[in-house]
Antibody, heavy 121, light 107 residues
Framework: EVQLLESGGGLVQPGGSLRLSCVAS????????MGWVRQAPGKGLEWVSV????????YYADSVKGRFTISRDISKNTLSLQMSRLRAEDTAVYFC??????????????WGQGTLVTVSS | DIQMTQSPSSVSASVGARVTITCRAS??????LAWYQQKPGKPPKLLIY???SLQSGVPSRFSGSGSGTDFTLTISSLQPEDFATYYC?????????FGGGTKVEIK
């Protein structure tokens, strides 16, 4: 059974940093792209970032480029999102999601429950 | 960037009704389209990938069609558990983009 368990969310001041983690199980972690998708309170879904199965390729939404860094530790089956210079508009539930195929451009077939990030003073 | 436009933004329907949701891409995306269902407080669930392929475990009353720029999600006979918000997503190119969502409500 595929499981994705996020952690690391919380309250942070504008300009601060936070690191989200997602521990994956139930599939061969290195064979699939992984991504982060966020959802601001009461709003729709917004893609944030994707990393290839090997970790060699990363992609970001313009809204987070230069501030967020996605990475993966294959030995620990863990996906991470390092977020810095956080803004109020980054406030959202952040979902970890598994790519449905080997390609980095893909749909997401499994999702974690999400972790809430609140940026406020 | 490829813009994804869903319509309607909300629909009110009765149990047993046929519901169709439309998603239009601002440029051609072949069949690189997915549909998700999301219920309040829950993560999205993949229903359809590659425009028309049913994800494993998803009931056959859900179907998808289309290619290029115009796509539809059809629920052939709406069930109580189908009341939710539905999103399309293009998987053709970065940045990946989602439609604004369609809320299916009880009539």
């Amino acid at each position: 059974e595929v499981q994705l368990l996020e952690s690391g969310g919380g309250l942070v001041q504008p300009g601060g940093s936070l690191r989200l983690s997602c521990v994956a199980s139930g599939f061969t972690f290195s064979s699939y792209a992984m991504g982060w998708v966020r959802q601001a309170p009461g709003k729709g879904l917004e893609w944030v970032s994707v990393i290839s199965g090997s970790g060699g390729s990363t992609y970001y939404a313009d809204s987070v480029k230069g501030r967020f860094t996605i990475s993966r530790d294959i030995s620990k089956n863990t996906l991470s999102l390092q977020m810095s210079r956080l803004r109020a508009e980054d406030t959202a539930v952040y979902f970890c999601a598994k790519g449905s195929g080997g390609a980095v451009t893909a749909s997401f077939d499994y999702w974690g429950q999400g972790t809430l990030v609140t940026v406020s003073s | 960037d490829i813009q994804m436009t869903q319509s309607p933004s909300s629909v009110s329907a009765s149990v047993g009704a046929r519901v169709t949701i439309t998603c239009r891409a601002s440029q051609g995306i072949s069949t690189w389209l997915a549909w998700y269902q999301q219920k309040p407080g829950k993560p999205p669930k993949l229903l359809i990938y590659a425009a028309s392929s049913l994800q494993s475990g998803v009931p056959s009353r859900f179907s998808g069609s289309g290619s290029g720029t115009d796509f539809t999600l059809t629920i052939s006979s709406l069930q109580p558990e189908d009341f939710a918000t539905y999103y399309c997503q293009q998987a053709n190119s970065f940045p990946l983009t989602f439609g604004g969502g369609t809320k299916v409500e009880i009539k």
